[in-house]
């Protein structure tokens, strides 16, 4: 079996029960989040080894995500416990219905937390230095490069190294608030380093200062390939070679966008590691952004495997047909 590993930070998340302000909140549930973790989940349910590689604190949220991840078929025995520093934290405050303009919200406490400390010492531990070197697949984001000058430079080690026949993925995944004073550069360097990038249209403008495809693509000049996530529109796959896929996505019923981004990055990859071509591969992306955005969840169910191989070999009328609300996929007429 194909095996991936995601490196990256993986928070405690606490939500309001009830769609309330959080002041007003009496009851907040606990859950996990996190880029990379949900990639690793991601590509678990689509049948790969899947690892997630991070630090967590000796508290009670680092415990949960570990026991979350090891849940959904994640291992996590590149893992490292910090004995004094805690497990970041992140508070999702739900979009209110007296305010049809704004959406969800999201607080972050995650300074000094026990993933800021990564470095390239991580990758000296035997488990992780194992599980990479066993790796198909070793998938990045720019959230690491920004947490701090450990974590960039551990995603300069990995990206400088020798590739032994692996594959590396970066997706951008630009957040304003951990790059603001910072130099955005970075992210273009390390971008240009992988063999797969993934980033949203809207990011490229923030990340990159552009979102023309072949601006970006000078810019990127030397990854294989530059996935370009247009939202609810299409997404578009750039090769070196100069070739262009673009591959409508399906017609989704929104619920709640979170997540999507990291779903659709699990079902590309996916795709490129079980030696799909890019309109496959882009069309497993869709579908599973698709699972998630119909639930409040960071990811959703995909359909059982029958199902999920004949909407992604269905034709292109059928595929535009495609109406996909309540985590259900059904044409246009209801079929």
């Known amino acids: 079996m194909l095996s991936t590993v995601c490196v990256g930070e993986t928070m405690a998340m606490l939500t309001p ?8 909140a009496t009851e907040l549930h606990c859950g996990i989040g996190g880029a990379e973790s949900n990639v690793a989940m991601g590509l678990a349910a689509m049948g790969l080894d899947s690892h997630w590689v991070g630090r967590v604190g000796r508290d009670g949220f680092g415990t949960r995500i570990l026991n979350e991840l090891s849940g959904h078929g994640v291992g996590v025995t590149g893992v490292e416990v910090d004995p004094a520093l ?15 303009d704004g959406g969800s919200s999201v607080l972050y406490y995650r300074q000094g937390s026990a993933a800021s400390a990564m470095g390239p010492a991580t990758l000296a531990n035997p488990a992780v230095a194992g599980l990479l070197e066993n790796a198909a697949l070793i998938h990045l984001s720019g959230i ?7 974590c960039l430079q551990l995603l300069e080690t990995v990206l400088t190294g020798p590739r032994h026949g692996r594959t590396i993925s970066f997706d951008v995944n630009w957040r304003a608030a951990l790059w603001a004073g910072r130099d955005r550069s970075a992210l273009q360097r390390l971008a240009n380093l992988a063999d797969v990038v993934l980033v949203g249209k809207d990011e490229a403008e923030h990340a990159f200062g552009t979102t023309d ?23 578009i796959a750039l090769n070196r070679d100069g070739s262009r896929e673009e591959v409508p996505a399906l017609s989704v019923d929104v619920v709640e966008p979170v997540g999507a981004g990291d779903s659709f990055a699990a ?7 079980f030696g799909l071509g890019q309109k496959a591969s882009l069309r497993r992306g869709h579908v599973a952004a698709a699972c998630t955005l119909t639930v409040h969840g960071d990811r959703g169910p995909l359909p ?10 269905s034709t292109d009328a059928a595929w535009a047909a495609i109406r996909v609300a309540d985590g ?7 079929a």
Do not use: C, W
């Open 86 to 100: 805690p497990t970041g934290l992140y508070v999702k405050v739900p979009a209110q219905s007296s305010d049809p």
């Open 144 to 150: 690491t490069a920004a947490l701090s000058p450990e």
């Open 267 to 273: 079902g590309y990859l996916s795709g490129m590691l």
């Open 17 to 24: 029960v009830h769609a309330v302000p959080l002041h007003q």
């Open 304 to 313: 059982e495997a029958a199902r999920l191989s004949a909407i992604l070999d």
């Open 213 to 235: 495809e072949a601006e970006l693509r000078r810019l990127l000049p030397d990854p294989a390939v530059l996935v370009i996530k247009n939202e609810a529109i299409s997404a």
């Open 328 to 334: 259900h996929f059904n044409t246009r007429t209801g």
